[in-house]
């Protein structure tokens, strides 16, 4: 799994699909059946806790300067981000956990999502470069 250092931080997870999970349980299974799949395991990466609080930073308070100001922006824009934003904040301070993906091309995106469906997963999303594609459905 990814580890949770400034290295591997990203303010905005370009190609990558993320995804809420209701238990830690489910999560690592997710990562197994990824991993099964053909993923890198060393990418994924499952969020959780005080630690996934850090490391995702959904208020802009644990990483530099860029982060503050886009988590602003995301703040004034009071868009759907910042929705999304709030919902990870609550699910994993609610023991939820986040997990999130590299996905470079379609096929890989569809079959990440297509596993996280098959866990239950909530919220699927790719983010692409400058948009975020919902994948919750088939």
């Known amino acids: 799994m990814l580890a949770h250092t400034n290295q591997n931080f990203e303010t905005y997870p370009t190609n990558r699909v993320v995804a809420i ?19 890198d395991g060393s990418l994924i990466d499952e969020s ?14 644990s990483h530099g300067m860029i982060t503050k100001l886009i988590r602003k922006w995301q703040f004034v824009a009071q868009g759907e981000e910042l929705s999304y934003l709030n919902r990870v904040k609550k699910g994993i301070k609610a023991g939820h956990v986040v997990v999130s993906v ?7 995106r569809n079959k990440a999502a297509s596993i996280l469906r098959s866990h239950h997963a909530d919220d699927i999303r790719f983010y692409g470069r400058f948009y975020v ?4 459905s088939a």
């Open 48 to 61: 959780a806790g005080n630690e996934g609080l850090r490391f995702l930073d959904p208020d802009g308070h």
């Open 133 to 136: 594609e919902h994948l919750d």
């Open 102 to 108: 590299p996905a470079l091309t379609k096929v890989a």
């Open 21 to 39: 999970v209701d238990t830690q349980m489910e999560a690592d299974e997710i990562c197994c059946d990824l991993m099964e799949a053909g993923f």
